[in-house]
């Protein structure tokens, strides 16, 4: 046998003869022997096996609360919603539908079925909880019993309280549409039987534990049609009725827990002889030995199962009266016959000291005791003294890995981890990534065996003797192992696999210092650029938290070429980091520490990189609120629009002035360029960044307004050889000039006008706010605290924008140039919205046209929606509607505006954009 360093297939290691190992025995009797070599042709399992024993060492089984339950539980809540709004605007829907349905049957047909009909409905509903309370019973199960008929119980008391609450405070709307009028009386077609029927059958459990339960829903949703064709119940109070019955089952189900149904005891031990493994010893390792809330406890189990598969699939337990309960054993011992097996409790006394030890024994500092684990996991020693890892997968816990796929692909744009709701595909895909990984020379455990149990899939797989996160190396770890593991994602990602979880707990060193990578349960195997990228920069970031930045940098140098390494830098985001990275590296200011300081030495080796982070998150809590902020103002506008007055106005709408605005349009693009002209330290031609301004506004589709046009300034600026830390200076110093320009403006222009705003404000509370908020703010700025966190948030800018400005200043001809082209900028897109609004006959006083202009365009900017797209519209019309103008006028200069200053450009500025990429200015 080879020892427990066995590599994949086609390395060196492979070329030379097998070693056979001496059994060694540790102080409790566990031989710590390595793992059979992969080459080796898998012995072919035996048809039947003598009788075995198995020390399984576990936490006895408890009762879950199950996150399945709790999404099934907003599901439903989320559905009682649904159709109580569906009672309430789409009445008349509803109650056609329900006609429809009553229409299958022939009125006459109808009131010859009716007694029939009702009889079936009376039966159901009597053998329905007869059924599942015998089930319950027969079985020994008085706690599920009692379960069911609570949550029966609860479930009539519940819709009672509906039907009180809904007579007294709902709605006419929402009581017209649940009321049914049965026998020439109308009343609330809410069915205390049916929310008694439904809490019943979920509080006994789900359709996949008991037929009976599965059977029972199947009719209770029967009778639930039949009340409808017989119009006892309309459509939605018929739905409503279940809905509610399984709210509370749901409630209860989730608060004290269900079955644990996961592969265990008697169980657990059969499926690991079918994957072939006749385990000696069997210990969980995925929690601590010392642990108060699930304390290990020692089974002996004795077994006839077969070794490996075979025909013969039932299996006949005999568990003895102390053992575990095991409700699958149980299930398959009625009417069956087969291999004995039974499950008897380890004394304490018998084992005395010997329980932590092999606990202790079985974990190594890879698979530590407190490290973080989706699975089960367990280790296990068979009768040659060869130790195994394995791995069970539950579904309980396989939902919570959907949930977080689904929040993923919602969150990060371009990634697709593979996880399924079903334990046997994700068990599929893991097995498939590893026998890729493998054969892409990846040294990775090899499986050895798989088998399902219940509602859990096992792995078995190689284990890696005397293996420790490489992160426990700490800042000693060899540089060959830093090597080692940037050689073997190039094997990986020459293949096309990606891991997409390279964390301290995947990346582990064995005790000959070789590098392991674990844990592909989440690759891909037909992997993206951006996936492999974004392996690259997690196996970036875990060195660098590991060994510092510079020496992580240094070995990602060594094996990485340039064009890598340049990739890296935009990856570097906390979004695409695995959850234990993200812990590690500590808040979210810490992270950004460390990632802006790993892209500033990738800038530093590779100046052609790009230092900007790539955009993976589609968004931010802060684009949520805002965007809900802005769908809230945006239909209070519209309700108030009087949409007849926009027909009219675009109708009188005179061409030329549109044209004008056009040319205004135009002309701010030249006061753009004008000014990075000014403050470049590199000569620039104005026509050129005139140009590269214009193809800026195809950024700004799908970029936040403002920062479409810094990225492409940055980018036109490394290009032309400015260092980034310069450009990104130069493009803040653009960004500060326009805006004091923009302040300054607008008090120059109030004083020469002899007016500061001609907008009438809606009451003197709006003053009181104002002058609140004013004084919040310099109560605010009294404390050191808010004075420290303020400067944290400035300084940055002011020590980039600091040094050019020092250097502006000392040329009073760009100084000239750059404040020119900002006014040129600011009066080129006031006199472009007062043309839109002269092409519909009204007009504003100069300064007040401004003050709405500047005031409007800056609130709609504050949404971070890709080129302030509805946010600026939106302020654009609220602020002329403001300043007097009619609500229709006001909303068509808007889109006027927009169109000349936003929508027009757009064409031209890709072919520019066209031009200039294949210039190579961008």
Known sequence: MNDVDAVPPGSDEHSTSAVASTPATSPVGIPTIGVAPALEAPTAPRPTSPRSTTILVDSPPHRLRRTEDLL??????????????????????????????????????????????????????????????????????????????????????????????????????????????????????????????????????????????????????????????????????????????????????????????????????????????????????????????????????????????????????????????????????????????????????????????????ASGSALSPGRTSAHRTYATWDTSGQRRDVTVLDADRQVVGLLSTIWDRIRVKGLSPSRDLSVRPAAEHAALMTLEARRALVRTPGLLGIAEADESVLLVTEHVAGARSIRDLGEDVPDRVLLQLWEQLRHAHAAGLAHLAIDATSVVVDAKSRVWLLDWGSGETISSELSRRVDL??????????????????????????????????????????????????????????????????????????????????????????????????????????????????????????????????????????????????????????????ASSVVALVAPAGVGGAAINLRFLHRKGVPTAIGVATVALVQVVQFVVTVVLLVILAALTGQSTGLTLPSGWVLVAAGLLVVVVACALLVPQVRTWLWAKIEPTYRQVRPRLVWVMSNPVRLSLGIGGAVLLSLSYILAFAASLWAFGYTLSFSVLAITYLASNTVGSVVPSPGGIGPVELALTAGLVAAGIPSGVALSTAIVYRLVTFWVPIPVGWLSLQRLQRAGEL
């Open 72 to 361: 099934d539980l907003a599901a439903t809540i989320l559905s009682v919603g649904a159709v109580l709004i569906l009672a309430i605007y789409a009445h008349q829907t509803t109650t056609g539908v329900t006609q429809d349905v009553q229409n299958a049957l022939a009125v006459v047909l109808r009131q010859i079925l009716i007694l029939p009909l009702q009889a079936v409905e009376g039966l159901v509903t009597f053998a329905i909880p007869l059924a599942v309370l015998l089930d319950h019973l027969l079985r020994g199960s008085w706690r599920g019993a009692g379960e069911a008929a609570l949550a029966g119980a609860a479930g009539n008391l519940v819709a009672l309280a509906f039907l009180a609450t809904l007579g007294t405070w709902g709605p006419d709307s929402l009581v017209s549409g649940l009321t049914v009028t049965a026998s020439g009386t109308a009343q609330l077609g809410i069915s205390t039987v049916f929310a008694t029927l439904a809490g019943l059958l979920t509080g006994a459990g789900d359709r996949r534990g008991s037929p009976v339960v599965r059977t029972g829903w199947a009719a209770l949703w029967t009778i639930t049609g039949l009340a409808v064709l017989r119009s006892a119940l309309t459509l939605p109070g018929a739905v409503l009725s279940v809905l509610l019955g399984r709210v509370v089952g749901l409630v209860m189900r989730y608060a004290v827990g269900v079955n644990d149904r996961r592969a265990q005891g008697v169980t657990l031990v059969r499926a690991l002889r079918r994957a072939g493994v006749d385990a000696t010893h069997l210990v969980r390792t995925d929690y601590s030995p010392t642990s108060t809330h699930l304390p290990a406890r020692a089974w002996k189990v004795t077994t006839d199962a077969p070794l490996g598969y075979t025909e013969q699939v039932r299996e006949n337990p005999l568990p003895s009266p102390d053992a575990p309960p095991d409700p699958a054993a149980a299930r398959q011992a009625e009417g069956t016959a087969g291999p004995a097996s039974t499950i008897t409790a380890v004394d304490d006394a018998e084992l005395g000291t010997a329980l932590d030890a092999f606990l202790l024994e």
């Open 537 to 694: 920069a997690q196996a970036l970031a875990l060195t660098a938290l590991t060994t510092g930045v510079d020496r992580a940098i240094a070995a990602a140098s060594r094996s990485l070429s340039t064009q890598q390494l340049a990739s890296i830098a935009p990856m570097l985001q906390r979004v695409v980091l695995p959850r234990d990275t993200r812990e590690a590296m500590g808040r979210r200011g810490e992270s950004r520490q460390v990632l802006q300081e790993l892209r500033d030495a990738l800038v530093a080796l590779t100046p052609t990189a790009q230092a900007e982070p790539a955009r993976l998150s589609r968004f931010s809590a802060r684009t949520v609120i805002m965007a809900v902020i802005g769908m809230v103002a945006l239909w209070t506008l519209l309700a108030r629009m009087n949409f007849e007055q926009v027909s009219q106005a675009v109708a009188a709408a005179n061409v030329w002035w549109i044209l004008g605005a056009l040319v205004f349009s135009l002309a701010t693009y030249v006061g753009a360029g004008l000014t990075l002209v000014a403050f470049s330290p590199q000569r620039l031609s104005l026509w050129r960044s005139t140009e590269v301004h214009l």
